[in-house]
């Protein structure tokens, strides 16, 4: 999932400020099930604005909504109408449901109130790891399950680095060393061997370094849209 | 107790939900002394008593809701009295 953190509230405030009326929307899917952007928190964060904002003498209208799916457009329309009577729109969406409701609806202002992070798991209740970096071409074949590009400091491909120390990284002890997973992994399904093979260096132009992103699958594609 | 509760460890899950509301409380700039917590057993009638004047005491200094208007507060509080409802 998409793992993200509300902003602190005084950041929020500065967001908005001058805003009369602010519609905080909330997103259904991954910071539901990451407490960050849901209807509870919707509900919360605009509460406490409502709250924050007359206790500095500014009373601001704050209300809320939360969509099933910020990130695509036509889960969108749902909250049109809120949309056109809001100064502003505090998105609790993650960096995607932002732009989305940006593009969606050029003439309103949308602000972010989350920090997006990254792509992770929970690993215990209200703890929650990155697992994957999105680089675009996988890895996880070769290194049994565990992602070094993510999980591994210098994201090494051919590791562990000498900064591996009882099984944790050098940069922080509260850190695994994600080679050392992989060794112990590999061990684990007597495929260690399959580890001899030098990794070549990457094509790290399906990741950010080839530019913004695109994929475009003609089987599903619709005529009326063709170039 | 702290840690020595019927749901076993619920007190301990509830400190960290009141730290999360003080918190809370605090970024709104409603003063997070508002809401404490303390651990006593219903064997504890004395404490019980010296909690809750403590927790009064604090929230004296505090003052009350700056959100509510408490004259009308009052207001509506005595009319209510007046009027038998309370």
Request: with cysteine; net charge negative; hydrophobic share 40%.
């Amino acid at each position: 999932m998409i793992v993200a953190e509300q902003k602190p509230l005084a950041e929020m405030k500065t967001l908005i400020n001058g805003a009369e009326n602010v519609l905080v929307v909330g997103c259904g899917t991954c910071v539901t099930v990451c407490f960050a952007g849901g209807t509870r928190e919707a509900d919360i964060v605009s509460t406490s604005l409502r709250m924050a904002t007359k206790l500095d003498g500014s009373p601001q209208q704050v209300t809320h909504s939360t969509v099933q799916r910020q990130c695509e457009w036509e889960y969108l329309d749902i909250i049109e109408e809120q949309v056109k009577a809001a100064d502003i729109v505090l998105s609790l969406g993650c960096g995607i449901g932002v732009q989305a409701i940006a593009e969606h609806f050029p003439d309103a202002w949308v602000v972010p109130g989350l920090n997006t992070s990254f792509l992770g798991l929970p690993t215990e209740h209200g703890v929650w790891e990155e697992r994957c970096a999105a680089c675009g071409e996988c890895l996880l074949a070769v290194t049994g399950g565990i992602c070094p590009v993510a999980r591994c400091s210098k994201s090494l491909l051919n590791g562990p680095c000498g900064g591996s120390e009882n099984g944790h990284c050098e940069i922080d002890p509260d850190v695994a060393c994600a080679w050392q997973l992989i060794v112990d992994r590999m061990s684990s399904k007597g495929k260690l061997d399959a580890l001899l093979e030098i990794q070549p260096p990457k094509n790290w132009q399906n990741s950010r370094d080839g530019g913004p992103r695109k994929i475009v699958r003609q089987d599903l594609r619709l005529v009326e849209f063709e170039d | 107790m702290e840690g020595d509760c019927h749901y076993l460890e619920g007190n301990l899950n509830a400190r960290r939900r009141v730290e999360y509301v003080q918190n809370l409380l605090e970024e709104i700039g409603l003063d997070g002394r508002r809401i404490r917590m303390f651990n006593i057993s219903s064997a504890m009638g004395a404490q019980f008593a010296g909690y809750a004047s403590e927790l009064a005491a604090t929230i004296r200094e505090v003052g009350p809701n700056p959100l509510r208007d408490y004259q009308a507060y009052l207001a509506e509080q005595q009319e209510a009295v007046a009027s038998g409802m309370v």
